[in-house]
C-alpha cells in the first residue's frame, strides 16, 4: 500500500515541514501489524512528493484465525483501515491541523496530488467519485485487473486512485482518514462511541455539507444503528448551533428564527430555553444537575457571560460521553477552565454544589422515584440553595399527541413518573414555598390546539380519571 502526497510550484520542500518529516531522511515506524515508511522519492523547490509506504505482516493480521480465508484475502494490499492508522501514527501532527515551526502553512491551499495505490471501492468506480468531488478534487481512477483466467470474478473492484485540488495539507489528510475506510467499507477493529468522536473531528469542517454524508457516515460506523443516530443527532445539532449564530448577524433574524424552529425537536427547544432563561437571568456561575451527554453545557460554554459551568451527573458513562462531545481534553485552556464535570447524586447532599448563581435541572426529576423527590428537595434547595433553579419535565398531558406512543405509555423507558401540567405546578408551589423561592411557570416548546377526548389516565396523586381535553403543551 502506498500513499503519495505531491506538492508543486513554488516553495514545494514546505510539504516537509507540514509533514512533520524531513525530506533528506527515511522514517520508519513500527506498527502492531506491519511497518510504514516515509521517504521523499522528489524533494526540490518546485516539486516535492513524499511516500508513505505500508508493509503488512499477513501472518501477524491472522494470527490465532483459523479459516483458510482469513489468510487469503487483500488486507495486505489495499488502502483500508489499517492506512488510516498507518497515517494517524505517521502523520499525527498534520491530521490533527498543526505544524509548530511553519504554522502559517497549516492554512495555505497547495496544488496537491494524492496518490492511493491500491484503493478497493464497494459500489464502483461511480463512488470514488460521489466522494471525492464534492469535496473539491479532480478524481481519475485507473481499475486494476483481475486475473483474465477467472472471468467469473467479474469487474475488479481495485483501483490507482489520484486526486488532484488546491487544498491544504491538513484537508487532504482529513478526507482519507474518513473516507478511505468508507471506500473500503471493512474495519479491522472494534467499532465503539470513540469512532463517533473520531469521525467528528476528522469530518470538522466538510462532513456536514457533504452531499453523501449518509453514506459516510453509516459505513464508517459499520452500520452500527445507535451509533450513526449519535454522529447524525451531532451533525445536525453542530448546525443548528452554526446557524444559530448566523442567524443573530442577519436582519431576517425573526423569519428565518421560524424556520429553523420548524424541524427542532423538543429537546433541543427546551435546552435553547433554559439556556436564554439561565442569560436573562444574569446568572455567571450555573450548575447542571443531572448533564447527561452535556447538551446544554455546550449551550452555555458558547455564551462567555457564563463563567463558571459546572455539569453533574450520577452516571460516570454520560459523563466520559459529555467529556468527549465538549472535547475538553483538546480545550484551550481559558474555555477548559470555564467547565467542570463531576459524578455526583442529587440524592446526597454535596458541599461542592454550594454557591452557584443557578442551578439546571432539565428532563432529570422524573427519572427519580417519587419518594426520593424529598431527598432531592432537600439537597437543592436546602443545602445547594443557588438563587435560582430552573426545571423542565415532561407534560403527560401531551403524550397523546405523540402518534407512536402507546396509551398510558411514558416516553422514555426509565422515567418513574410523568406529570400533568397540574401536578408539576402543585409540586413546584409546594416546594418553593417550603424552602421561600418564588415559583414561576412556564411552558416550553410548541402550544398545539389539537385535543382528543376519548384518552384517560388515573392520577397519580387522587386515582380519578382525567382526560387531557385542554392539554395542550410538551
Ligand atoms: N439534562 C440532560 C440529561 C437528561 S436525562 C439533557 O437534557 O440532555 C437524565 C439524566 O439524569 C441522566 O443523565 C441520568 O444519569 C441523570 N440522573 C438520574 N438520576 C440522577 C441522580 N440521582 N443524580 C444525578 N443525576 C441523575
Avoid at 207 to 225: A, F, N, W
Wanted: charged share 25%.
Amino acid at each position: 500500500m502506498l500513499l503519495h502526497i505531491t506538492q508543486t510550484g513554488s516553495n514545494a520542500t514546505g510539504l516537509g515541514y507540514l509533514l512533520h518529516k524531513n525530506p533528506a531522511n527515511l522514517h520508519e515506524v513500527k506498527l502492531p501489524f506491519g511497518k510504514a515508511t516515509v521517504f521523499y522519492p522528489a524533494a526540490t523547490d518546485d516539486r516535492c512528493t513524499a511516500c508513505l509506504l505500508l508493509e503488512i505482516d499477513p501472518v501477524e493480521l491472522v494470527r490465532g484465525a483459523r479459516q483458510l480465508e482469513a489468510y487469503v484475502n487483500d488486507r495486505p494490499y489495499v488502502a483500508s483501515s489499517y492506512m488510516t492508522v498507518a497515517i494517524g501514527r505517521v502523520f499525527g501532527t498534520a491530521l490533527a491541523g498543526n505544524c509548530a515551526r511553519r504554522p502559517e502553512l497549516v492554512h495555505c491551499k497547495l496544488p496537491l496530488q494524492l496518490t492511493v495505490e491500491v484503493v478497493r471501492t464497494r459500489g464502483g468506480e461511480e463512488v470514488l467519485h460521489r466522494l471525492f468531488q464534492p469535496l473539491g478534487y479532480h478524481v481519475e481512477a485507473r481499475r486494476l485487473p483481475l486475473d483474465n483466467k477467472f472471468p467469473e470474478w467479474g469487474e475488479s473492484p481495485y483501483f490507482r486512485l489520484t486526486l488532484t485540488a488546491e487544498i491544504t495539507v491538513h484537508n487532504a489528510l482529513t478526507h482519507l482518514y474518513v473516507l478511505l475506510p468508507v471506500l473500503d467499507d471493512e474495519k479491522h477493529y472494534y467499532i465503539g462511541e470513540a469512532e463517533v468522536d473520531k469521525l467528528l473531528r476528522h469530518g470538522e469542517g466538510w462532513l456536514k455539507q457533504h452531499p453523501e454524508q449518509r453514506m459516510i457516515v453509516s459505513r464508517y460506523l459499520q452500520r452500527r444503528g445507535a451509533l450513526t443516530t449519535q454522529a447524525f443527532e451531532q451533525l445536525l445539532e453542530e448546525e443548528t448551533a452554526s446557524v444559530e449564530a448566523a442567524e443573530s448577524k442577519t436582519e431576517k433574524a425573526a423569519q428565518q428564527e421560524r424556520e429553523l424552529e420548524r424541524p427542532m425537536t423538543l429537546h433541543t427547544q427546551r435546552l435553547n430555553t433554559v439556556a436564554a432563561r439561565l442569560k436573562e437571568l444574569g446568572a455567571r456561575s450555573v450548575l447542571d444537575l443531572g448533564c447527561g451527554e452535556g447538551k446544554l453545557l455546550r449551550r452555555l460554554l458558547a455564551d462567555r457571560t457564563f463563567e463558571r459551568i459546572v455539569g453533574m451527573d450520577v452516571s460516570h458513562r454520560s459523563l466520559q460521553i459529555a467529556s468527549a462531545r465538549l472535547r475538553l481534553d483538546r480545550m484551550p485552556e481559558r474555555q477548559r477552565k470555564r467547565i467542570e464535570l463531576m459524578q455526583g447524586s442529587l440524592l446526597y447532599r454535596d458541599q461542592r454544589l454550594s454557591g452557584f448563581d443557578a442551578a439546571a435541572l432539565v428532563e432529570v426529576i422524573e427519572h427519580l422515584d417519587v419518594p426520593r423527590l424529598a431527598a432531592l428537595e432537600r439537597v437543592l434547595f436546602e443545602f445547594a440553595r443557588p438563587r435560582h433553579i430552573l426545571i423542565t419535565t415532561p407534560n403527560r398531558e401531551y403524550n397523546v399527541l405523540f402518534p407512536t406512543l402507546p396509551e398510558g405509555r411514558m416516553r422514555h423507558g426509565d422515567h418513574r413518573f410523568e406529570w400533568t401540567r397540574a401536578e408539576f405546578a402543585a409540586w413546584a408551589t409546594a416546594t418553593a414555598t417550603r424552602f421561600a423561592y418564588d415559583v414561576k411557570l412556564e411552558p416550553v416548546g410548541p402550544l398545539t390546539k389539537r385535543t382528543v377526548r376519548h384518552r384517560r389516565w388515573p392520577c397519580s396523586h387522587c386515582g380519578r380519571n382525567r382526560t387531557n381535553e385542554d392539554h395542550r403543551n410538551p
